[in-house]
């Protein structure tokens, strides 16, 4: 589970996060939906220590992780994953090199062995062998950021963060990442953490959304349940994605 008890954040005198607790389930596909400049990409940094709480605690599978140094915080990072908006790729590395690299670092693999788990990873984002010797550059964005994802999972976390995954991408390229954030959790078993925009996203993808705003969560819901909620901002949101 991820779990925030009673967390503040503020930036000089600006308050973000205020008094914010929520439990996220193992295995459960969270959404958190709001405003920009609600504070969602703050919030999302906490489990793996990229932004530590001014006060209150941060909890990963068991362990509490917003007191512990950044050594400790690699064995963390290893657990979860963290998805950015833009893809986050080695410009000068293969698609393959790209992949490889944690592999390479984290598990004792034969480069046979690594060739079969990189072609495995390629597979489980739907991307051809044959992008394994091209350069990022020469990719589509949405490949880009099907590579990086490639390239998280490969670490095999139980946790997977991702902001933004569908931000800047069509349609289609949109759903085939929806699918594979929901095949992520169905395959692996996979807890994720998604903050969007894209209700459409939410509806397919999500077990449960939380809307934030003012510093905490408004709603915190099924999908369904959100849409039909009667709070005037909440129809006022819904109505303006
Ligand atoms: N490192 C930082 N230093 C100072 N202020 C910050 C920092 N990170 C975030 N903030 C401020 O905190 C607030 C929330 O930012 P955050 O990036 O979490 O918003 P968001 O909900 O992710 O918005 P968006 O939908 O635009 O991505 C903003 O007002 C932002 O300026
Ligand atoms: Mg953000």
Known sequence: ??????????????????DLSLKIETGEIFFMLGRTGAGKSVL??????????????????????????????????????????????????????????GLRRHFNLSEQELEARVASLLQLVHLDLEVCSQLPAELSFGMQKRVSLARTIALE?????????????????????????????????????????????MRSVADRVGLLENGNFLVVAKPAEFEQSPDPFVRKFLEAC
């Open 1 to 18: 589970m991820i779990e925030y008890r009673g967390v503040w954040k503020k930036f000089g005198d600006q308050g973000v996060i205020r």
């Open 44 to 101: 999302i940094r906490m489990p793996v220590g990229l932004l530590k709480p001014d006060a209150g605690e941060v909890w990963l599978a068991g362990e509490r992780v917003d007191n512990l140094s950044e050594d400790q915080l690699k064995g963390v990072r290893r657990k979860c994953g963290m998805i950015f908006q833009s893809p986050t790729l080695f410009d000068s590395l293969s698609v393959f090199e790209n992949i490889a690299f």
């Open 157 to 201: 976390p139980k946790y997977l963060l991702y902001d933004e995954p569908t931000t800047g991408l069509d349609p289609f390229t949109a759903r085939q990442i929806n699918h594979l954030i929901r095949e992520l959790k169905e395959k692996l078993g996979i807890t994720s953490v998604v903050v969007s925009h894209d209700l459409e996203s």
